[in-house]
């Protein structure tokens, strides 16, 4: 009886997940292939696809047999509890925002949207201010309808990352204060390394050639996924057997598609190590946005970033590049792909730097919804905190408040997984550089299968059968914790920079 039920369910699930999957095709082809003109009717695609998934999640014999199973998980096994009680909590969120909810906010999503566009086009925040504040009472109507324990943020941010809480992020951006801080000053006041070479001509076909190599390196399987080009780079899938990504090639920075490539074959290689059998199911899914983005960052900051890495991979460069990187030593290249200056734009942040870029939005969403800073106010809030961190003077509100989608998409509590996600990043490399031995060696012959195997043993193929606290206590016997961080950037730019 039980059997049948949950056999049932996880059929309905499954069929929930072929919607969502052809929706993430549909958006898939719409970022990298769809002729401009078939714009409005994607929409109308993806908006009914959207409709029969929710349809199917809210159905009531559905939700009355999740329900019934959530009352008896002692009578199943680990998986099956597991998939039970997170649809059983996702379905429980769900219910607290009606329908007459979620009409009004995709609506005003679109709207704030649109504004946004158009502040851009104008250079202008006050275009989009009045759209946005409406947005922001909105999210503070949904964090209530939610319910939350301490602060109205948890209630938002528990959507990307749940567990976690604003106090546990105020702790961590403690330590990005006290200990990054200091030391940016110290790069910041040094002589930084040439990176010119970098910001000459290079091919775009050979520069297409040698990202595919980087991924096919890293254990990217190009029999389950594939590469094109999109103008944001991102990685999405439809089952661990079909997982994809783009990138973007500029042929005046060599960076922007290197570290993008490996960025996101770090976000894709954590979904093909999902195992097929748990397709469309919460063990087949990722924990939450930080532990995807831990693993992006492993990648690309521990691994693609490592002198070990590119004592193998520069020979390669210099060979596709030659007049490029004509004089450039090993140690000149890996300088300049670690090069830290600071910069107005969020995502051309370097891994430093990064962290206050975070801090000055967290700050700011959690002011804007407990009503203590005023929408109307946010600007001039946002170019006081540039200059307080970063000493930058911001001028064009596209390099300052307007540079992000994510507010105008209703994205609040979404930030903070970025940076959550790179101190996860340098948790589990240092458990995995514990673990494995020679794994810095390994890398310099280009070897990561090790790593690999490592990963997707003890993260990938597991889905969401632990919490993100579970697993990084079940990894490295601790909760997250900012430390790694710390001695990660100690080791690694005390040498480079005089610390
Ligand atoms: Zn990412």
Known sequence: ???????????????????????????????TKMPKGGAQQRARQISTLSGIAHELLTDRAFKSKVRDLNECLDQLNTEESVNINETFKQIERAEKLDTDFVTRRSALVS???????????????????????KLIQLKKEEAERIGYNGHIY???LEEFEPGMNSAMVDKIFDGVKNHLQPILKKINAQKKPDDSFLFKHFNKDKQWDFGIDLLKNMGYDFNRGRQDISVHPFSTGFGP?????????????????????????GHALYEQGMLSQNYGLPMGSY?????????????????????????????????????QFDGVSLNDFYAAANRIAPSPIRTEAD?????????IRFEIEKALLEGSLKTADAESYWNEKYKEYLGLDITDPNSGILQDIHWSLGSFGYFPTYSIGSF?????????????DNLEEQATTGDHSKLLTWLQGN????????????????????????KYFEAYVQKKYGELYEL
Request: negative net charge; charged residues 25%; hydrophobic residues 35%.
């Open 351 to 359: 891994e430093l730097h990064y962290h206050f870029h975070v801090l």
């Open 459 to 482: 993260i990938y193929k597991h889905g969401k059968r632990n919490s993100a606290e579970g697993l990084c206590k079940e990894l490295t016997g601790e909760g997250l914790n900012y």
């Open 241 to 265: 057997d079909d997982i994809r990504v783009t990138t973007r090639i500029s042929e005046t920075n060599f960076s922007s598609m290197v570290w993008s490539c490996i960025h996101e074959g």
């Open 111 to 133: 709207e704030t949207y649109q504004a946004w566009t158009e502040a851009r086009a104008k250079k202008s925040f006050s275009v989009y201010q009045e759209q946005l504040d």
């Open 1 to 31: 009886m039980i059997k049948d039920k949950y056999q049932s369910v996880k059929n309905h699930l499954q069929k929930i997940f072929d919607v969502q999957a052809s929706i993430a095709l549909l958006n898939w082809d719409q970022e």
């Open 424 to 436: 996860y990043a340098a948790q589990f490399h240092a458990q995995a550089t514990k673990e494995i």
């Open 287 to 323: 924990i939450s946005l930080g532990i995807h983005e831990s693993q992006s960052r492993l990648w690309e900051n521990h691994v693609g970033r490592s002198k070990a890495y590119w004592e193998f991979h520069y020979p390669k460069v210099k060979n596709v590049f030659p007049e």
């Open 154 to 156: 948890d209630a938002l």
